[in-house]
Structures are given as structure tokens and as C-alpha cells.
């Protein structure tokens, strides 16, 4: 089974902007989707966007809504997550999950038990 691995975390200010990317060892578009999901220190892990592979439909949480962005480079077997206007709240470890038995679509576009591949996490840190 392949696997997924972010880049692109790190430091950054508020009002700030980074770019996440997940790539896969296989073919990304394998997964019938792909989410993301952030966790907070002691925090429970929550879906943030989600990109279906049918027909490239997104979805975000609202409290991203504006100012994150997900999309796919197909070109580069990759799905990335355009992060803008941070704020400290954004804060976590981000993870990118590959769905690969469309249980997003029963289960929920951003619940975390709808996605069975995981990759190991990206620290995202918005503070001034």
C-alpha cells in the first residue's frame, strides 16, 4: 500500500501564508480522496479541506473557509493545502489522509474515520 508524506510546515506569523503538499508513493489519484486534518496540542484531531478524486469537489471546515485553498498537481502526484492570513488558532500538527474506499462520501468529507492512509505530520506554528 503506498504512502503519504507532508512538507512544507513550519514557522510562521499571523496574517502569514504556507503551502502544504502531500505526496503519494503510488498514484495519487488511487485515493478516492484526499484530506486534510490538523491536531493541536491536546486537542482531537479535525478535517480541515478535502479534495474528491471523482470530480475535484472541495470541501473546507468553516473556520477556513477564504483563506485555505486545496487543490492537486497531478503533474507531480501531489495535493497541496495554500494556507493564508494564518492565525495562532491554525496552530497543529498537520496530516494529509488518503480515502481509498470512497467512505468519504458515506461517512463525511472531513471526518478523520472516513481515511485509512495517513502520513506522519507536519508541525504548522502561527504566533508573533
Known amino acids: 500500500q503506498g504512502q503519504l508524506v507532508e512538507s512544507g510546515g513550519g514557522f510562521v506569523q499571523p496574517g502569514g501564508s504556507l503551502r502544504l503538499s502531500c505526496a503519494a508513493s503510488?498514484?495519487?489519484?488511487?485515493?478516492?480522496?484526499i484530506g486534510w486534518f490538523r491536531q493541536a496540542p491536546g486537542g482531537e484531531r479535525e478535517g480541515v479541506s478535502c479534495?474528491?478524486?471523482?470530480?475535484?469537489?472541495?470541501y473546507y471546515t468553516d473556520s477556513v473557509k477564504g483563506r485555505f485553498t486545496i487543490g492537486r498537481d497531478n503533474a507531480k502526484n501531489t495535493v497541496y493545502l495554500q494556507m493564508n492570513n494564518l492565525k495562532p488558532e491554525d496552530t497543529g500538527v498537520y496530516y494529509c489522509?488518503?480515502?481509498?474506499?470512497?467512505?468519504?462520501?458515506?461517512?463525511?468529507?472531513?471526518?478523520?474515520?472516513?481515511?485509512?492512509?495517513w502520513g506522519q505530520g507536519a508541525q504548522v506554528t502561527v504566533s508573533s
Open positions: 489522509a488518503g480515502d481509498r474506499t470512497n467512505s468519504h462520501f458515506f461517512i463525511g468529507a472531513l471526518n478523520p474515520r472516513a481515511f485509512g492512509s
Open positions: 503510488g498514484f495519487i489519484l488511487d485515493y478516492r480522496a
Open positions: 479534495i474528491s478524486s471523482k470530480d475535484d469537489t472541495t
